[in-house]
């Protein structure tokens, strides 16, 4: 991702993927056990986790 690419000195935001991912799968087997209904809608909230980098910190940094 571009969060994990320390060549690129730009501030980015890390999203939690694999919590993302482990949320989505609690939802699905919700959905397939009959706790929720289909298309049911719900709010999942997940921290994402700042990055800063030269952009915001400005320290000059050379990159190939």
Known sequence: ???DNPMLPLT???????EVAA???????????G????HEHQTVKVRPRLVARASTLGHSINVP
Not at 24 to 31: G, Y
């Open 12 to 18: 980015t935001v890390a999203n939690p993927t694999s």
């Open 23 to 33: 949320k989505a799968f609690d939802l699905l087997m919700s959905q397939i056990g």
């Open 1 to 3: 991702t571009l969060a």
């Open 35 to 38: 706790e929720i209904k289909p």
